[in-house]
């Protein structure tokens, strides 16, 4: 069983910043790529941020110029750094992992809350 360990969420005021952690095996760190995904009640679970093992990086819209993902191959953790937060980021975030090759294979954190509120 793959365990993907978050750290990292809490109650922020807006315009304030979080920065969200996810530890991996390396055997999955060293090929997967990593991403951040979140979901509010009701909604579709969406992507926020990935980087893949060679440190290409993709963001969702929402997420540009205010959100970095980023990885540390040494403590196989992949971090979002989360700046200028607005209530409408308030949701659980999950972390991924994601191998597409001759199958696919994904495995999910626990999920951590964020609350962004005054």
């Known amino acids: 069983q793959v365990q993907l360990v978050e750290s990292g969420g809490g109650l922020v005021q807006p315009g304030g910043s979080l920065r969200l952690s996810c530890g991996a095996p390396r055997r999955i760190f060293n090929i997967y790529t990593m991403g951040w995904y979140r979901q509010d009640p009701g909604e579709q679970r969406e992507l926020v941020a990935a980087?893949?093992?060679?440190?290409?990086?993709n963001y969702a819209n929402s997420a540009k110029g205010r959100f970095t993902i980023s990885r540390d191959n040494a403590k196989n953790t992949v971090y979002l750094q989360m700046n200028s937060l607005k209530p409408e980021d308030t949701a659980v975030y999950y972390c991924?992992?994601?191998?597409?090759?001759?199958?696919?294979?994904?495995?999910w954190g626990q999920g951590t809350q964020v609350t962004v509120s005054s």
């Open positions: 980087i893949t093992n060679g440190g290409s990086t």
């Open positions: 991924n992992a994601r191998f597409e090759g001759p199958w696919i294979s994904q495995y």
